[in-house]
């Protein structure tokens, strides 16, 4: 789906929360949205870079964007259902959800994971989503066709040696969408997978510290997936796991 051309107006009149919207793809895919017609909802725990990512949209002369300063390692279920009512009060739905944030943790041997740490990227990558997906899903389903977009990995499809907390985390992430797409399917959301691929971010460099990030799609290259799934024109898929990238 990266060759999708999406209309100028795909997002129009759309409400579409972003996670980790200061940074890396999350910034990239909320000014995006914004390009598109959508009111986006920035949560991040940086407010400095969410202002900067509001100041961004803002002066392109988009919608004015809501931001939403949330540290996601600290987050309960109460925060998430407080976040949720706001939304519905503010905007009466919520069409769009994209699950972006994330940490990557230390790779390291199986057998050296450190507990703290296993618990710290759970939390952030898989507990965090869950509870912020619960407390949404009515926001959602007074929208009229809604999408809700999750962060995969290769290394949530295939297990890679030293990789083991993130991927963990990222096979529980399929496992949650593939989840929801069945338990909704007849219902007006849907619930797909998104898998970057390699792409020039601080996550990238933290991973591969030896690679030319140069050689790197940017987030704006694999932008087209990102917009297909949250526009209508998906509107039949549901359960699926994209790839940006070529394999
Ligand atoms: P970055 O590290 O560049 O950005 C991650 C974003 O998540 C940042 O805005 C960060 O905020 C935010 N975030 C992290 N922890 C928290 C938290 N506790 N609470 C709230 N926000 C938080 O990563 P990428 O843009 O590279 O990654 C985006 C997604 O894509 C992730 O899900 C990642 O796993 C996935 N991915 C990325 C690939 C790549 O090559 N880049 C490849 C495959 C998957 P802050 O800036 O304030 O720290």
């Not at 905007?91 to 703290?116: C, E, M, T, W, Y």
Request: aromatic fraction near 8%; charge should be negative.
């Amino acid at each position: 789906m990266n060759d999708y051309k999406a209309p100028s107006k795909l997002l129009k009149d759309k409400v579409i929360l972003v996670t980790g919207a200061g940074d890396g793809i999350g910034a990239q895919a909320a000014k995006t949205y914004a390009a598109h017609g959508a009111t986006c909802i920035l949560l991040g725990r940086t407010v400095s870079k969410l202002e900067a990512v509001y100041d961004d949209i803002v002066n392109a002369g988009h919608a004015e964007p809501a931001i939403v300063p949330l540290d996601i390692k600290g987050a309960t279920p109460n925060h998430y259902q407080q976040m949720a009512q706001t939304i519905i009060d503010q905007f009466g739905r919520l069409d769009g959800l994209l699950h972006n944030a994330s940490i990557l943790g230390h790779l390291s041997a199986f057998k050296d994971i450190d507990p703290q740490e296993w618990q710290d990227v759970m939390q952030i990558n898989l507990n965090g989503m869950v509870y912020m997906t619960q407390a949404l899903i009515p926001a959602l389903l007074k929208a009229e066709n809604a999408s809700v977009v999750f962060t995969t990995s290769s290394v949530g499809r295939k297990g890679r040696a030293f990789w083991g907390t993130y991927a963990v985390s990222k096979f529980a992430t399929e496992g949650v969408m593939q989840t929801l797409a069945d338990e909704y399917k007849t219902k007006n959301v849907r619930f797909n997978c998104i898998n970057p691929g390699g792409t020039r971010t601080n996550m990238r460099a933290q991973a591969f510290p030896a690679e030319d990030p140069n050689a790197l799609k940017t987030p704006e290259d694999i932008m087209p997936t990102y917009l297909y799934l949250m526009g209508d024109e998906s509107a039949e898929v549901n359960g699926e796991s994209l790839d940006c990238q070529p394999k």
